[in-house]
């Protein structure tokens, strides 16, 4: 039995806790800094908890002595701390940040580890890249990758046409930097929030826009083979003008503890989502110019006793599939793993992987 450590005891890292325990091939400790956190826990009986300060750098080197590996379902800005203390104990790190700055010093640690470091493990960055690096590879030159997600509520019912399904700071931080595109075969970075547009899905209009880290390091493993590479996050109409307003005309990217107090305190949070996941890739095959797309849908549901958000079980189920697969020796066992480098058919044959695959059947063309 193989022990880990979850740190963040929120509800991805409740959901990914309870998903690893269940199996009885992982040893599962959730620490955090908040007793009171701990004390909610939605998770089983079999998850272990410990109340440690993530900044105290020789508490969390202690917890993590001798452990397999930690997976990180902390906010984005502790990212760097866990990476640091994984790679001074020797343990294989998992992440979830959508935060560049955050995965580039994940990179720099990875260099000397003697363990793997595999960050941005989760829906987008993370699940994306594996579906959109699949469909890529079937070309034989590229034209264009367009990534879309959303984590929506089935039942909105506000002018934002949005509840708080994941977490607020990464939120707002994807709303707020700079964003990786290329752009007529250049690599630059585009303004969040822009660039919006309009489709269709099972009869429902979507809007989609820039937001920063969902490529994860996709641009860099595709620059110079293609055309157009961009990712945008999913809303119902309406969302991105008045999240514009409140972020440039009010002045809330640079008060962002602000906006945050806002959200949390205006917006409902609510486990009756939907993930939606849109992938289109075109290029030449064979000198014709085609097109193939992923679509997908994944909604909450009961897991166990439980019942847990589509956010929640597309997140944890990514990062406990390529922990999964890590354990059984399927991914390099020593430095940087990018998500691209995983096979989307053995994803989703994994036990955790194959959370996607509800409607995968009907939105992915088998070669």
């Known amino acids: 039995m193989k022990e880990i450590v979850v740190v963040g005891a929120g509800k991805i890292g409740a959901t990914i806790a309870d998903l690893l325990a269940s199996t009885g091939d992982y040893s599962v400790t959730v620490i955090d800094r908040a007793q009171a956190q701990l004390d909610a826990l939605e998770a089983s009986s079999a998850v272990r908890t410990q109340c ?35 790679a001074a104990t020797g343990v294989h790190y998992l992440d979830l940040t959508e935060d560049v700055a955050s995965t580039r010093r994940v990179r720099e640690l990875a260099a000397t580890a003697g363990t793997a470091f595999i960050p941005q493990c989760g829906l987008a960055p993370g699940f994306i890249s594996i579906v959109a690096n699949d469909l890529a ?7 264009s990758v367009r990534m879309r997600v959303g984590a929506l509520p089935q039942y909105p019912s506000n002018a934002l046409n949005y509840n708080l399904t994941w977490s607020t700071d990464g939120v707002i931080n994807e709303y707020c930097e700079p964003c990786e595109a290329i752009v007529e075969g ?24 820039n937001t920063s880290g969902g490529l994860g390091t996709l641009c860099e493993t595709l620059k110079g083979k293609v055309r157009t590479l961009n990712y945008r996050t999913i809303r119902y109409p309406g969302h991105a003008a008045i999240m514009k307003a409140l972020l440039n005309d009010l002045g809330l990217r640079h008060r962002r503890e602000v906006l945050k107090d806002i959200l949390e305190n205006a917006l409902p949070a609510t486990l009756q989502d939907v993930v939606v996941i849109f992938v289109t890739v075109s290029g030449r095959k064979s000198g014709r110019l085609m097109q193939e797309t992923y679509a997908n849908k994944v909604y909450s549901r009961h897991i166990g006793t439980m019942t847990r958000s589509a956010i929640q079980i597309t997140t944890a189920s990514a990062i406990c599939a390529v922990l999964d697969m890590l354990a059984n020796g399927d991914l390099p066992q020593k430095g940087f793993v990018r998500q691209e480098e995983i096979a989307l058919d053995a994803f989703l044959a994994n036990r955790f992987g194959a959370a996607y695959a509800q409607a995968e059947a009907a939105g992915r063309l088998v070669a």
């Open 186 to 209: 250049e690599l630059v970075e585009v303004p969040p929030l822009e660039e919006r547009e309009e489709f269709s899905l099972d009869g429902v209009t979507y809007e989609a826009f």
């Open 52 to 86: 440690v300060d993530i900044e105290d750098e020789r508490a969390l080197k202690a917890v993590l002595t001798g452990k397999f590996a930690v997976l990180s379902a902390a906010p984005f800005h502790l990212t760097t701390r866990i990476a640091e203390a994984a």
């Open 137 to 143: 590879s079937r070309f034989d030159t590229l034209d």
